[in-house]
């Protein structure tokens, strides 16, 4: 598995469309036609894609986000930077939990500051102002990799409704 592999399987949900085409699935993303077809087999063969990689195995994949995605993709906060909201900073954690603390993916085109957080792949800060369920996603799944208990736990709770 790859970074990217979880922001593809993010984007099939977010979209929820079987007749997904990989060009399409490619340009919404801002990734190679190539590393979506990577994407899909590596996903296939770990069994998170079914039906010849047209459908999430749901399940698999919360349960993957659950236990393993802060230990395989593991990320600190670092420097103070503008960029995109993310984590417990962005919708729909922002409402819950309030802090002064800001988390953003790095991006020049961002409008807040905050502590970087690097996304799983490099251009998840552009696809995501294309798609606000992705970034909802993605945020919630960052807030996994990076909050404490109580984060993770509001975080788990949310994705298990959207995924599941």
């Not at 469309?17 to 919404?28: F, H, P, V, W």
């Not at 990689?53 to 600190?76: C, M, S, T, W």
């Not at 988390?103 to 807040?112: D, F, H, L, M, T």
């Amino acid at each position: 598995m790859k970074p990217q592999d979880i922001v593809v399987l993010a984007k099939l949900i977010a979209i929820n469309d079987m007749d997904y085409t990989q060009m399409a699935l490619a340009e919404m993303l801002y990734m190679s036609q190539s590393e979506i077809s990577s994407s899909i087999s590596r996903s296939t063969y770990a069994g998170l894609l079914m039906n010849r990689g047209k459908e999430v195995n749901r399940k698999l994949f919360f349960d993957f986000i659950k236990y393993g995605l802060a230990v395989v993709f593991p990320q600190h906060p670092g420097a103070i930077v503008r960029g995109t909201l993310t984590a417990h900073s962005a919708p729909p954690l922002d409402m819950e939990i309030v802090s002064e603390e800001k988390y953003v993916w790095p991006y020049a085109k961002g409008r807040s500051r905050g502590q970087s957080i690097i996304p799983l792949y490099p251009t998840v800060p552009k696809a995501v102002a294309l798609d606000g369920n992705l970034h909802e996603l993605l945020a919630l799944m960052d807030a996994v990799r990076v909050g404490r208990a109580r984060e993770k736990n509001l975080a788990l709770a949310l994705l298990k409704n959207r995924i599941c």
